[in-house]
């Protein structure tokens, strides 16, 4: 039988507690089944000395350049994946060959903070063993890709040498903490950073198995049953994610994150947080059960009240989640499940005091502000615009050696943005014309929106191909063709300067977030795509699909009838995503939350 795990909390008594969730929750696929009949990885994570596997003695199997299938799912909670090249997949086929496999690491990163150290510390390691690039992912971090398994270890060193890991980053465990990134509002941000950067380092899981395997640290005793006080052996059902959003910007997405705060100020003091419970944008297209969902505000918390917050939540989830089918287990199905108000009562029994009301807030966008701002703390903050996330040098524009350059010259702080730009933060504002003088050395142009359509500025891609093994049409590497073709239309219909949002993925499973963008594809097949519309222009409304299974052509053809009508016909101030559901031409729309309207 495989036991439940505590919860480890402060009692943070404020009010009452309102009385116990009155319905009986329904236990017959969570944590307290017996393991034969739980999904296969539950009984994998259970036997795995807490994560620590044979991942050690697999890295240096010599006959393959693989791990085995266990070792490969337990190195996603170290932040590894293995991946092949899958443009040279076929061709290694008929040759008989392995696929060409290499790993994909990625790291954690809180809040998208990055010194110029740790920058230039990423950089040399992308150089020097990540095929001279690394990515920016839209959870504000950072990857490596091709990396050889024989690298693995130096990475991770690395990493260490300037206070990085990979821990977290992947596996059932809450990931990579979100941060609002709003440059404007550089006082507020910094209070809110450092609850994001509390709560990561409280949801972290704590195993020693990774200091064992990456760097030869042997544990002084077995590992036991005080290796992880909050997650146990079987740590959550699925992944956990977790975002703080400084209104009016939502460039987190707080809608689409398990576990949302969002920020509640009072004169640019941090107060406390709405809790926002429940998104989560994966689905897959031959399964109708699973479907993306906005998250639910479900009250406000003070700050002192977002440690016991967060155990609770995830506790919840930890608890109950479905651990017999993984399609099943996001903390968005239990919810549905189970019933929002049985949840939250549960969660506010587990507290021991009720949420309060949640306040008012309003966002405006979930985009970047894009180029040079003046903090409120009077230092400057340039927001470069990075395609899809890719820092790689490509003819003119040197973007890898230029930042280089910069964190080099020690002149501000690296902040990733969650929709894989890069903000060169906490400038001083004598060091701008030199900051300025650098990038424009490496043809990187620090006044981004010059020359750009605002709707690629508001565009994000994921990888796709050619390493993400579920890919099933490009994404990165098609995207911006698109947006040229589309932006011929946008320049005919005199729209070039309207910001739209538009999110373009390898697969349904949506690691950029379509679901929530004005004008969204998702992968079908090599060159076909799922059109969706109508998504609310700060995240707020899921959007429809209108089109299945299409080719350029038509993608093309929609989207110059839908743009043509919103030049002409939209009232003032209308967003694309609004119009094309008052125009008709999207379908049954979902409501929004339109907490702020
Ligand atoms: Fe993701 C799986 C890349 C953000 C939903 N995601 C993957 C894998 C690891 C493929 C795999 O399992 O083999 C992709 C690796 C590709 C590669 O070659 O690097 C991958 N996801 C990414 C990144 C790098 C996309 C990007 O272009 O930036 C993002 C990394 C974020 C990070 O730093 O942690 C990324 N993935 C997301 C997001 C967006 C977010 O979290 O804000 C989502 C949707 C939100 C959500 O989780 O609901 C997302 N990724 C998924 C899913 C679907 C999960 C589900 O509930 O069904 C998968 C597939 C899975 O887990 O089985 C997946
Ligand atoms: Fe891969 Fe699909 Fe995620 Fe794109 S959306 S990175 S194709 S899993």
């Given at each position: 039988?495989?036991?439940?795990?505590?919860?480890?909390?402060?009692?943070a008594?404020?009010?009452?507690?309102?009385?116990?969730?009155?319905?009986?929750?329904?236990?017959?696929?969570?944590?307290?089944?017996?393991?034969?009949?739980?999904?296969?990885?539950?009984?994998?994570?259970?036997?795995?000395?807490?994560?620590?596997?044979?991942i050690?003695t697999?890295?240096?199997?010599?006959?393959?350049l693989?791990?085995?299938e266990?070792?490969?799912?337990?190195?996603?909670?170290?932040?590894?994946?293995?991946?092949?090249?899958?443009?040279?997949?076929?061709?290694?086929?008929?040759?008989?060959?392995?696929?060409?496999?290499t790993?994909?690491?990625?790291?954690?990163?809180?809040?998208?903070?990055?010194?110029?150290?740790?920058?230039?510390?990423?950089?040399?390691?992308?150089?020097?063993?990540g095929?001279?690039?690394?990515?920016l992912?839209?959870?504000?971090?950072?990857?490596?890709?091709?990396?050889?398994?024989?690298?693995?270890?130096?990475?991770?060193?690395?990493?260490?040498?300037?206070?990085?890991?990979?821990?977290?980053?992947?596996?059932?465990?809450?990931?990579?903490?979100m941060?609002?990134?709003?440059?404007?509002?550089?006082?507020?941000?910094?209070?809110?950073?450092?609850?994001?950067?509390?709560?990561?380092?409280?949801?972290?899981?704590?195993?020693?198995?990774?200091?064992?395997?990456?760097?030869?640290?042997?544990?002084?005793?077995?590992?036991?049953?005080?290796?992880?006080?909050?997650?146990?052996?079987?740590?959550?059902?699925?992944?956990?994610?977790?975002?703080?959003?400084?209104?009016?910007?939502?460039?987190?997405?707080?809608?689409?994150?398990?576990?949302?705060?969002?920020?509640?100020?009072?004169?640019?003091?941090?107060?406390?947080?709405n809790?926002?419970?429940g998104?989560?944008?994966?689905?897959?297209?031959?399964?109708?059960?699973?479907?993306p969902?906005?998250?639910?505000?479900?009250?406000?918390?003070?700050?002192?009240?977002l440690q016991?917050?967060?155990?609770?939540?995830?506790?919840?989830?930890?608890?109950?989640?479905?651990?017999?089918?993984?399609?099943?287990?996001?903390?968005?199905?239990?919810?549905?499940?189970?019933?929002?108000?049985?949840?939250?009562?549960?969660?506010?029994?587990?507290?021991?005091?009720?949420?309060?009301?949640?306040?008012?807030?309003?966002?405006?966008?979930?985009?970047?502000?894009?180029?040079?701002?003046t903090?409120?703390?009077?230092?400057?903050?340039?927001?470069?615009?990075?395609?899809?996330?890719?820092?790689?040098?490509?003819?003119?524009?040197?973007?890898?050696?230029?930042?280089?350059?910069?964190?080099?010259?020690?002149?501000?702080?690296?902040?990733?943005?969650?929709?894989?730009?890069?903000?060169?933060?906490?400038?001083?504002?004598?060091?701008?014309?030199?900051?300025?003088?650098?990038?424009?050395?490496?043809?990187?142009?620090?006044?981004?929106?010059?020359?750009?359509?605002?709707?690629?500025?508001?565009?994000?891609?994921?990888?796709?191909?050619?390493?993400?093994?579920?890919?099933?049409?490009?994404?990165?590497?098609?995207?911006?063709?698109?947006?040229?073709?589309?932006?011929?239309?946008?320049?005919?219909?005199?729209?070039?300067?309207?910001?739209?949002?538009?999110?373009?993925?390898?697969?349904?499973?949506?690691?950029?977030?379509?679901?929530?963008?004005?004008?969204?594809?998702?992968?079908?097949?090599?060159?076909?795509?799922?059109?969706?519309?109508?998504?609310?222009?700060?995240?707020?409304?899921?959007?429809?699909?209108?089109?299945?299974?299409?080719g350029?052509?038509?993608?093309?053809?929609?989207?110059?009838?839908?743009?043509?009508?919103?030049?002409?016909?939209?009232?003032?101030?209308?967003?694309?995503?609004?119009?094309?559901?008052?125009?008709?031409?999207?379908?049954?729309?979902?409501?929004?939350?339109?907490?702020?309207?």
């Amino acid at each position: 039988m495989a036991p439940t795990t505590k919860t480890t909390r402060k009692p943070a008594a404020k009010k009452p507690a309102p009385p116990a969730a009155t319905v009986e929750i329904d236990r017959s696929r969570d944590l307290s089944r017996p393991l034969e009949e739980l999904a296969p990885e539950e009984r994998m994570k259970f036997e795995s000395d807490y994560l620590a596997g044979s991942i050690t003695t697999d890295l240096i199997d010599e006959i393959t350049l693989a791990v085995d299938e266990n070792n490969n799912k337990l190195m996603k909670f170290h932040g590894i994946y293995q991946q092949d090249d899958r443009d040279i997949r076929d061709e290694r086929r008929r040759q008989k060959l392995e696929p060409f496999f290499t790993f994909m690491l990625r790291g954690r990163m809180p809040g998208g903070v990055c010194t110029a150290e740790q920058w230039l510390k990423i950089d040399e390691l992308g150089r020097t063993y990540g095929n001279d690039q690394f990515r920016l992912t839209t959870r504000q971090t950072f990857q490596f890709h091709y990396l050889n398994r024989n690298a693995l270890r130096e990475v991770m060193l690395g990493l260490r040498d300037v206070g990085l890991d990979g821990k977290a980053a992947c596996g059932d465990v809450a990931r990579t903490v979100m941060s609002g990134v709003h440059p404007g509002l550089t006082k507020l941000h910094k209070q809110v950073y450092e609850q994001a950067q509390l709560a990561s380092d409280h949801v972290i899981h704590k195993t020693s198995a990774y200091e064992e395997i990456w760097f030869g640290e042997k544990p002084e005793q077995p590992r036991g049953e005080s290796e992880e006080p909050f997650y146990g052996k079987q740590y959550m059902p699925r992944k956990f994610k977790i975002g703080f959003a400084v209104p009016p910007s939502n460039d987190i997405d707080i809608y689409s994150q398990d576990l949302g705060f969002v920020a509640i100020a009072n004169r640019g003091k941090l107060k406390g947080f709405n809790v926002v419970i429940g998104g989560g944008m994966g689905r897959a297209d031959n399964a109708p059960a699973t479907y993306p969902r906005l998250g639910d505000v479900i009250g406000y918390i003070d700050v002192d009240q977002l440690q016991p917050t967060l155990d609770a939540v995830m506790g919840v989830q930890r608890d109950f989640g479905d651990r017999v089918t993984r399609a099943h287990a996001r903390f968005k199905y239990t919810i549905d499940d189970k019933g929002l108000d049985v949840i939250t009562g549960e969660i506010e029994r587990r507290l021991g005091f009720a949420l309060a009301p949640a306040k008012t807030f309003a966002f405006t966008s979930n985009g970047d502000d894009l180029g040079w701002t003046t903090g409120d703390d009077g230092l400057e903050h340039c927001t470069l615009f990075i395609e899809s996330g890719r820092i790689i040098d490509r003819g003119e524009r040197r973007l890898m050696t230029g930042l280089r350059a910069v964190a080099d010259a020690g002149l501000c702080v690296f902040r990733l943005t969650p929709n894989q730009s890069v903000i060169l933060s906490d400038v001083l504002p004598e060091d701008r014309p030199k900051v300025e003088a650098i990038l424009a050395e490496h043809g990187i142009d620090n006044a981004p929106t010059k020359g750009r359509s605002a709707l690629r500025l508001n565009s994000m891609a994921c990888v796709a191909m050619p390493t993400c093994g579920l890919a099933m049409a490009e994404a990165e590497r098609y995207l911006p063709e698109l947006i040229t073709k589309i932006e011929g239309q946008l320049e005919k219909h005199g729209l070039t300067e309207d910001p739209i949002t538009i999110r373009m993925t390898g697969c349904p499973n949506g690691c950029a977030r379509p679901y929530i963008a004005e004008i969204a594809l998702t992968g079908r097949a090599p060159g076909k795509y799922n059109l969706y519309l109508g998504a609310g222009f700060h995240g707020q409304r899921l959007n429809k699909m209108v089109r299945e299974n299409v080719g350029e052509d038509v993608i093309l053809e929609v989207l110059d009838e839908c743009l043509g009508a919103y030049a002409k016909d939209r009232k003032d101030g209308e967003r694309f995503g609004d119009f094309v559901v008052r125009a008709g031409f999207v379908a049954e729309v979902t409501a929004g939350r339109n907490f702020n309207d």
